[in-house]
């Protein structure tokens, strides 16, 4: 008995390991999965057929040449996209951002909702969401996983948006009525910590074991990454960077609080100084991007109030990293979202705030890269991470153990 567990485990294992292999990879052939896995190449041989036969993976062409039979090209392996499909969403400020993905990685389709988020009663919410799931999936009986992505502060364990400045309710049980809707599992993350799962995927040579992603928007996040782990807390709220105190007693922020890096760097807090208001003002819900980008040519051209706000913000996000860095070792960053774009106006103040602090003494070798676009990196990291659980919890213990709860699944959602 013992024994026989034992080999249903190492059996799971290695499939899982050959699955992350090829989810890595792309389109390896069987010589380079063995490099990457450390299996035998009978091993590799044989998990690779059954996943064939199961439908999981399938050959797609020429792939390395064999060294032991002069040149002649091995069979390269990759992912079915037939074999499942996930349904990836958003949920920001006035949007709800959709896509389904299939198993491969690819999306397949993708669309957008507007939705009056402040002004939307906690079940017209919750509805909006279960009916775009509903629209996007129809007839696609493969969809397996919901992954949601959500700005605010969100509770994996129990799959609830805890707080949100995009709505006026709190313990949104997002997760739930997903899962109650669809019958499939679901997973519900914090925005920022997508983000930071993306840029693994996407350039793992920078954004390896230790990394931070900021997002730079009309609210201030981060996604951290130390030792190869995403960090979060006991509720899976991310870094909650943007409502560390700057300064005690400051300007009044969106979170209720007042001296938070974001009521100092955040797109409304910029908006609020550069054009003379009160710190004590409260927070606009939202700001056009095109007034933004105004503010910082201005800041560009002239020395004055928007100049001003924006050394005001590059201050703030400097002081806020170089005390992240006096706990850990300094981290490349990414600087994601509309904010980047105005980043070499706030790059200077923040290496000059950063050389203040014990976390800054090597300011000049911490490196940042902008990227504007958050929200392809967010649903990228919620499709990924919805695949990867997949490729855990489905495909890796093989459709012996897993076959009736898909075809259930699938019949649900069709």
Request: with cysteine.
């Given at each position: ?81 037939e074999a499942a499909a996930v349904v990836c969403l958003y949920l920001s400020f006035n949007c709800l951002s959709i896509v389904l993905v299939d198993y491969r ?129 006991t509720r899976s709220s991310a870094g909650e960077f943007g409502h560390m105190v700057h300064e005690p007693g400051g300007a009044l922020c969106r979170c209720g ?128 991470t919805a695949l990867t659980s997949l490729d855990r919890e489905t495909f890796a213990p093989g459709l012996s153990t897993s076959a009736n709860g898909r075809a ?7």
């Amino acid at each position: 008995m013992t024994a026989g567990i034992r080999h249903d485990e190492m059996r799971k294992r290695n499939r899982a390991l050959v699955i992350a292999a090829v989810r890595q990879a792309g389109q390896p052939s069987r010589t380079e999965i063995v490099r990457r896995t450390g299996l035998s190449h009978s091993t590799i041989s044989a998990i690779a057929a059954d996943l064939i036969e199961e439908g999981t993976m399938r050959e797609t062409g020429q792939g390395e040449p064999m060294p032991a039979k002069r040149g002649r090209p091995q069979v390269a392996i990759g992912l079915n996209p037939e074999a499942a499909a996930v349904v990836c969403l958003y949920l920001s400020f006035n949007c709800l951002s959709i896509v389904l993905v299939d198993y491969r990685g690819e999306v397949i389709e993708q669309r957008k909702h507007r939705l009056t988020t402040l002004a939307l009663s906690r079940q017209e919410l919750l509805d909006a969401v279960v009916s775009a799931v509903a629209d996007i999936a129809r007839g696609h009986g493969r969809v397996m996983h919901i992954a949601c992505a959500m700005q605010g502060i969100a509770d994996s364990a129990e799959r609830l948006l805890l707080w949100s400045p995009i709505t006026p309710h709190s313990n949104l049980p997002i997760g739930p009525t997903l899962e109650a809707a669809f019958r499939l599992p679901v997973t519900v993350q914090n925005d920022c910590n997508m983000m930071a799962v993306a840029l693994r995927w996407l350039n793992p040579d920078r954004y390896g074991d230790n990394f931070i992603a900021v997002l730079l928007s009309h609210g201030i996040g981060m996604g951290l990454v130390l030792n190869g782990k995403m960090f979060t807390g006991t509720r899976s709220s991310a870094g909650e960077f943007g409502h560390m105190v700057h300064e005690p007693g400051g300007a009044l922020c969106r979170c209720g609080r007042r001296g938070c890096i974001e009521a100092y760097a955040g797109n409304y807090a910029i908006w609020r100084k550069a054009l003379g208001k009160s710190a004590e003002e409260p927070p606009v819900a939202d700001i056009e991007a095109a007034e933004m980008e105004a503010l910082a040519e201005l800041a560009r051209r002239e020395d004055g109030p928007a100049r001003l706000a924006f050394r005001e913000a590059g201050r703030a996000l400097g002081y806020g990293l170089g005390n992240l860095f006096a706990l850990i070792d300094p981290a490349p960053v990414a600087v994601v979202g509309q904010g980047a774009a105005a980043f070499d106006i706030l790059e200077p103040e923040i290496r000059r705030a950063l050389a203040e602090t014990a976390g800054g003494q090597h300011a000049e070798a911490i490196s940042f890269q902008t990227l504007p676009k958050e929200v392809p990196l967010i649903l990228h990291g919620a499709a990924m991470t919805a695949l990867t659980s997949l490729d855990r919890e489905t495909f890796a213990p093989g459709l012996s153990t897993s076959a009736n709860g898909r075809a259930e699944r699938r019949a649900h959602v069709a």
